[in-house]
């Protein structure tokens, strides 16, 4: 499939696409929100995950029925004003263009890219967004998502519903978590601080760090597993409870020392990692 890659286009209300779009020039114009009607929203669980290489992590799916909404903006993308075609915009529409489950559709306001679910493969896992609001129930995915890697979840298929009270009483017990915390908070803010952490050893991006747990951060656990606590097991749970342990205590300790000898390591290495990473390598210098 061929994309003619100017003209008005219709994307999925989704922060990450606005922001591709944002940093376009003047020759690329989000020029409104719609709420597409006739239409369905779904996440892709493995694109979600692969944070790195995957531009978008949804679908959306024409049904025809009114009662159907996704929410979505307008882009329109102008010939004349743009020299170089932006790479950002460029590598968005690469990967649609090798999506061959995914056709674009025209409609009064421009350009749709829809997704069939009989040529959809069914090794992909997908989730319904009510409301086809992305950003309203992104971390309601994440959450599930996090529960299921820790261990918490089992290993049915995701959906967005809220936690039961047997994987909350779970998870409070694994990670020692007091029940005074909003649970939601919790296990995102956990896996926040891990990343941080994994950001800081030097074996995640900092672009990683927003409490998803996703292919990346696995790679990292793993990485630092295999280079500092080899006899830990984490082929059942990626998010071992010891090894958390020992990647926090590990940050915890480090800025402790730093600070009694006088470096600039700031109160908190977890709020601002670069402070920290500055006042490490001031002590190696």
Not at 160 to 177: G, N
Not at 199 to 205: M, V
Not at 236 to 244: A, C, F, Q, Y
Not at 263 to 275: C, I, T
Request: charge should be negative.
């Amino acid at each position: 499939m061929v994309v003619n890659r100017y003209g008005k286009f219709i994307f999925p209300k989704q922060k990450s696409i606005l922001e591709r779009v944002s940093a376009c020039g003047d020759g690329v114009q989000v020029l409104g929100e719609k709420e597409l009607e006739g239409y369905q929203l779904y996440i892709v669980e493995q694109w979600a995950c692969d944070v790195i290489r995957r531009p978008y992590n949804t679908v959306i799916v024409f049904t025809g029925d009114p009662a159907h909404k996704v929410k979505a903006c307008v882009v329109n993308i102008e010939r004349g004003k743009i020299e170089h075609y932006p790479e950002k915009l460029k590598d968005l529409f690469d990967n649609l263009e090798k999506d061959n489950m995914t056709r674009p559709k025209d409609s009064d306001e421009g350009t749709i890219f829809v997704t069939n679910f009989s040529t959809f493969p069914s090794s992909l896992n997908t989730i319904l967004v009510p409301g086809g609001d992305y950003e309203t129930h992104k971390f309601e995915f994440f959450l599930n998502l996090n529960l299921r890697k820790a261990g918490c979840r089992g290993r049915s298929a995701l959906s967005l519903k809220p936690p039961t009270d047997a994987q909350r009483d779970k998870f409070l017990q694994t990670y020692t978590v007091s029940d005074g915390i909003p649970f939601d908070y919790a296990v995102l803010e956990l896996v926040k601080l891990v990343q941080i952490s994994l950001y800081i050893y030097g074996f995640l991006q900092i672009d990683c760090t927003d409490g998803f747990l996703c292919n990346s951060t696995e790679n990292a656990l793993k990485e630092f597993q295999n280079k500092y606590c080899p006899d830990i097991d984490i082929r059942d749970n990626i998010l071992d409870p010891m090894l958390v342990s020992v990647i926090l205590r590990k940050i915890v300790s480090m800025r402790n020392k730093l600070n009694s000898l006088g470096y600039q390591v700031g109160k908190d290495p977890f709020s601002d990692p670069d402070l920290f990473l500055n006042g490490v390598a001031s002590f190696q210098v």
